[in-house]
């Protein structure tokens, strides 16, 4: 093992000249030398980990104390700094504040944790797994068992994710069984659904709730398909029919009804009407093929779900969606939906949560208009980081492209620049504007 004396503070020069030697780094080895080479590589990350954790916290202590000295009030200390976090590590603000969380545990009550992770002998989850399970202790007792877990590296030598968990919680019972009664509260009051796309147009509907209702619903279902499959003359299986009930007893309507809400699927005019190939677009779900928008099109044409068609218009080979302008304070109905369709998603960059808001880009008091160039489609959070001190934002139009372009200013002056995703149309070589419909598909009774 190689032991470095650091004698002079380290520095992002420092480090990205250790990055740029590893990008042009020829990497001719043999097995021997190869299998060195990633366990040196891993230690690396894992020291990059420790360092960063040391380095996160002294951030939001700089910054918190900052504030406190200016005299500003002790909610207002905290906040925005996971933001800033995430965004640093290219990531959202929620992962931003689980690794503040992480830091600020690893620095000031976990230091023998700190410390393998620094010799690389835990990587970074495996730190986040016994901070996770000695989170509802005392400081007191999580030090106890960050000292009787890693203070010795022979303890953990060679223990897996499973294997760390479970002794993490085994000593927290041991110390106080009253944590895990805790624990579940905590965690039933987490209690959420979430979807997230699956291949071949499909899609997962998650419940996160507790056991025994989980429990509950998965055999409520079981026992009602099978009620359905022993009367006879339902072709589907098991598991196709508890599916669909969920569908059922979640929108009271049918499986084969379609959604009694609205659905919104942007496809170009050529794709719908010609039978072109270029992907299409399910807001809340993302690209589908042509094939299956224009099945799932024909599908609600067929069925008493009522269709309304909406033209947008896009430029033909960036996709950049025209704006709307309204006189309002807030979004009307029509510019909050263009906005939603033209970002998708959060536009912080790498925050992809659902939009929550429609915030003004520059904000309404300072002279902001209530208009697509100066709208962005935020999640809640990354909402109020913005509106926090020293945070500043500013739109425009990509040049090349058409594109609407937001930059996030950080208090800190780092700027992170997003480019909203380009629509599904089809490339026309000529100065004309391809028309983009917006099918919106939704039953009588919604409408």
């Known amino acids: 093992m190689v032991t470095a004396v650091q004698d002079s503070p380290l520095t992002p020069d420092e480090v990205l000249r250790f990055v740029a030697r590893l990008q042009a780094s020829d990497l001719d080895v043999d097995a ?6 990633i366990s040196a590589l891993e230690t690396v990350k894992c020291a990059s980990v420790a360092t960063q954790a040391v380095v996160t916290d002294a951030v939001a ?35 931003g504040g689980t690794h503040l969380g992480l830091a600020r545990a690893l ?11 620094k010799a690389g002998e835990l990587n970074e989850w495996r730190a986040m797994i016994l901070a996770r399970e000695t989170a509802c202790l005392t400081v007191d007792d999580r030090r106890t068992i960050d000292a009787r877990l890693c203070a010795d590296p022979a ?22 069984a009253a944590s895990q009664v805790k624990r ?29 209702k989980m429990v509950c619903m998965w055999a409520t279902l079981r026992r009602d398909a099978d009620t359905i499959i022993n009367s006879g003359g339902d072709t589907r299986t098991r598991d196709q029919i508890m599916a669909d009930l969920v569908f059922e007893r979640i929108t009271g309507a049918s499986a084969a009804q379609g959604p009694p809400v609205t659905v919104d699927i942007v496809i170009s005019d050529s794709t719908l009407l010609a039978g072109g190939d270029t992907s299409a677009y399910m807001h809340g779900y993302g690209d589908i093929p042509s094939d299956v928008a224009r099945q799932l099109i024909r599908d609600t044409l ?39 369709l033209r970002d998708r998603t959060c536009r912080t960059p790498w925050c992809d949560a659902p ?24 999640c809640a959070a990354c909402n109020y980081a913005k509106e926090g001190e020293g945070w500043t934002a500013e739109a425009w139009r990509d040049k090349r492209n058409a594109r609407h372009r937001y930059r996030l200013i950080s208090p800190t002056g780092h700027s992170y620049d997003s480019s909203a995703p380009p ?15 917006i099918t919106g598909l939704f039953d009588d009774d919604a409408a």
Request: charged fraction near 25%; hydrophobic fraction near 35%.
């Open 32 to 37: 021997a030398a190869g299998i060195d080479l």
């Open 61 to 95: 202590t700089a910054i918190s104390n900052e504030r406190r000295e200016r005299g500003k009030p002790k909610a207002q200390w905290h906040n925005g700094i996971a933001s800033q976090i995430g965004l640093a590590r290219r990531e959202s603000p929620n992962r």
């Open 107 to 117: 620095v000031h009550e976990m230091p023998h944790t700190l410390a393998r992770l």
């Open 155 to 176: 303890t953990l030598a060679g223990a897996g994710d499973r294997t760390i968990e479970g002794r993490a919680r085994a000593l927290a019972n041991e110390l106080d």
């Open 184 to 212: 579940r509260a905590k965690a039933y009051a987490a209690r959420r659904t979430s979807t997230r796309p699956a291949p071949e147009s499909m899609g997962f509907f998650t419940v996160l709730t507790s056991m025994e």
């Open 302 to 340: 067929d069925s008493e779900t009522h269709v309304a068609l909406r033209r947008l218009y896009a430029h033909p080979k960036s996709g950049a969606l025209t704006a709307v302008e309204s006189n309002s304070r807030a979004f009307p109905t029509a510019l909050g939906r263009l906005i939603d």
């Open 355 to 378: 939009i929550r808001h429609h915030d003004h880009i520059r904000s309404h008091s300072a002279g902001g208009r209530t208009s697509a160039e100066n709208g962005a489609g935020l």
């Open 423 to 437: 629509m599904p149309v089809v490339e026309l070589y000529s100065s004309t504007i391809e028309n983009v419909m």
